[in-house]
Nanobody, 123 residues
Framework: QVQLVESGGGMVQDGGSLGLSCTASGRTFSRYAVSWFRQAPGEERIFVAGIISNGGEPDYQDSVKGRFTISRDNDKNTVYLQMNSLKPEDTGAYYC????????????????WGQGTQVTVSS
């Protein structure tokens, strides 16, 4: 069992930066791949970035490549998402999710979810 808690959301202006954290409970966190998803009102959750258990081979949605960086610290049971050059279309609730056996871009493939944190980018 893994419990996830996101933090770090907020409101920024176009071009600003925010950092999100996803902290997990459980001694086996280091075995899990973790991804960030974004959900805008009335829309499905879409994949933003993911990272495998050992921190290698991060994967990104094309629209955030070069602007967002995902990383993890297994000693702290935490995954981070640094978001730079934010745009209004990045607005939404950001969720972290965990699964065994690698990153997948589909929300239904994940077993554990956090409660979400809101990111709002104003133009």
């Amino acid at each position: 069992q893994v419990q996830l808690v996101e933090s770090g959301g907020g409101m920024v202006q176009d071009g600003g930066s925010l950092g999100l954290s996803c902290t997990a409970s459980g001694r086996t966190f280091s075995r899990y791949a973790v991804s960030w998803f974004r959900q805008a009102p009335g829309e499905e959750r879409i994949f933003v970035a993911g990272i495998i258990s050992n921190g290698g081979e991060p994967d990104y949605q094309d629209s955030v490549k070069g602007r967002f960086t995902i990383s993890r610290d297994n000693d702290k049971n935490t995954v981070y998402l640094q978001m730079n050059s934010l745009k209004p279309e990045d607005t939404g609730a950001y969720y972290c999710a965990a699964r065994l056996y690698g990153v997948r871009p589909w929300a239904h493939e994940y077993d554990y979810w956090g409660q979400g944190t809101q990111v709002t980018v104003s133009s």
